[in-house]
């Protein structure tokens, strides 16, 4: 009976994490939707609702320390709620960097943009379906997915070098452009950083599966 209230409780917090990763992966869709956009209202609205990951957090954190020391769990349990600490707070930050990108369309405003919006919704594009993808594989805990999840970081940390030159080049031509190829930088860069967060959760999913640290940066 003890053992199943625990293993419930597990399963509650598993069920917390992929709903709170999931509210991180729309908080990132809807601040890529407002910039395309240059939708204000969109991007306001991301940043309001980030209170409720953020809650969801604190909410996992707290249960989690609970378990841990009131159940004081070995071996597989204990990984997995070590793993369920990690893996929120890398979701927390993904909704942090999706507000980030919210405020930078802010500040750029509806002034016309010096060119067409393609490379940063491209690399968004694949950034979110990175999400999506490792959300899913923490609950199959498929550890050759999450290292591919994770080897798909590289093309991002690429695109990421080839806008920021392209953006510098624009600005070094007309000064008049640095306030807001200064923001899309920002929005290049916190793509680029969600691209880390996402290898941090396959790492902790091949922590979870085989009990090791494994560094997929290198």
């Not at 407002?34 to 909410?59: C, F, G, H, M, T």
């Not at 929120?88 to 999706?98: C, F, H, M, N, V």
Request: glycine share 4%.
């Amino acid at each position: 009976m003890v053992r199943k209230t625990f293993e419930n409780k597990l399963e509650e917090l598993n069920t917390k994490l992929v709903r709170m990763g999931n509210m991180s992966k729309e908080a990132l869709e809807k601040s890529v939707a407002a910039l395309k956009e240059q939708n204000v209202d969109r991007s306001v609205e991301v940043i309001d609702k980030d209170y409720r990951i953020n809650r969801l957090e604190e909410e996992l954190n707290n249960e989690a320390i609970w378990l841990i020391a009131k159940e004081q769990p070995v071996a597989t349990d204990l990984r997995r709620l070590v793993t369920i600490l990690k893996v929120s707070s890398d979701l927390e930050r993904i909704g942090d960097l999706a507000v980030n990108i919210a405020k930078s369309t802010i500040r750029i405003g509806e002034k016309e943009l010096f060119k067409p919006l393609e490379d940063i919704p491209q690399m968004a594009e694949k950034v979110i379906g990175m999400t999506a993808d490792v959300l899913d594989t923490f609950q199959s805990e498929d550890i050759v997915t999450a290292k591919e999840i994770a080897d798909k970081d590289d093309e991002v940390d690429k695109m990421h070098g080839k806008l920021i030159q392209e953006l510098l080049q624009y600005m070094s031509r007309d000064p008049n452009l640095i306030s807001q190829v200064t923001q899309l930088a920002f929005v290049c860069r916190d793509l680029e950083r969600v691209g880390d967060h996402i290898t941090n959760i396959s790492e902790s999913i091949i922590y979870l599966v085989k009990g090791k640290q494994f560094d997929l940066n290198s």
